[in-house]
């Protein structure tokens, strides 16, 4: 069972554009909400990330939005590159211990 | 630099033999974690270990064995009971439940092919 479920599964968009990727959770007592960049034949490497107590995080061209009460958090990646074109996890957890993945999303932005 | 080493890169097994994945770090971390990845099915847990000689199965732990007897090292056995071993497979660590969360560190990975 997918306690995390993200979407879309991959997405393309073009240089300078906005991607946007979509998470859901269904456990409350989730507090803690990182985002994963993985490259090809490489280990993810952490984003981004946010609490709950807080609605938006920036860190450069990305954002988390974060939705507490409808149990949803999203990344944008504004002013999209090549050197974005990845794989991008969400995930959840309590505290700092297993945390639960999306499925990812593949994201290709076209020059 | 702090870090998790995997090794090795790349792993060949034959048909009825057992392997060893290596995870090593020297983040201090208490959490240490292996995960499977195949094409589009993004990460799956095999197990996990939150303290030395204490492991919990995760979602898809038959046919993998591992063990936590130092804090810096949480190797992967697959055995042959593992009828599909060609994966991507992962080593994370993270400071755990009792920590400040910073996110888990990810080593770069084994690519374990059957031949």
């Known amino acids: 069972q997918q306690q995390v479920k993200q979407s879309p599964q991959s997405l393309i968009v073009q240089k300078g554009g906005i991607s946007i990727i979509n998470c859901a959770y269904e456990?409350?007592?989730?507090?803690?909400f990182p985002w994963y960049q993985q490259f090809p034949g490489k280990g993810p490497a952490l984003l981004i990330a946010?609490?709950?107590?807080?609605s938006e995080k920036k860190e450069g061209r990305f954002t988390i939005s974060f939705n507490k009460s409808a149990k949803q958090f999203s990344l944008h990646i504004m002013d999209s590159q090549p050197g974005d074109s990845a794989t991008y996890f969400c995930?959840?957890?309590?505290?700092?211990?297993?945390?639960?993945f999306g499925a990812g999303t593949t994201v290709t932005v076209r020059a | 630099d702090g870090g998790i080493t995997q090794s090795p890169k790349y792993l060949f097994r034959k048909e009825g033999q057992n392997v060893t994945l290596s995870c090593e770090q020297n983040?201090?971390?208490?959490?240490m974690y292996w995960y499977r990845q195949d094409p589009g099915q993004g990460l799956r847990l095999i197990y996990y270990?939150?303290?030395?000689?204490?492991?919990q199965k995760g979602d898809i732990a038959e046919g993998y064995s591992v063990s936590r007897e130092k804090k810096e090292s949480f190797p992967l056995t697959v055995t042959s009971a593992q009828k599909n071993p060609t994966a991507f497979y992962l080593c994370?660590?993270?400071?755990?439940?009792?920590?400040?969360?910073?996110?888990?560190?990810f080593g770069s990975g084994t690519r374990l092919t059957v031949v």
């Open positions: 946010i609490r709950p107590d807080v």
């Open positions: 994370a660590s993270s400071t755990g439940q009792g920590g400040i969360a910073y996110g888990y560190t």
């Open positions: 456990n409350t007592a989730f507090d803690y």
């Open positions: 270990s939150q303290i030395v000689n204490d492991f």
């Open positions: 983040l201090n971390h208490d959490a």
């Open positions: 995930a959840a957890s309590i505290n700092d211990y297993k945390l639960s």
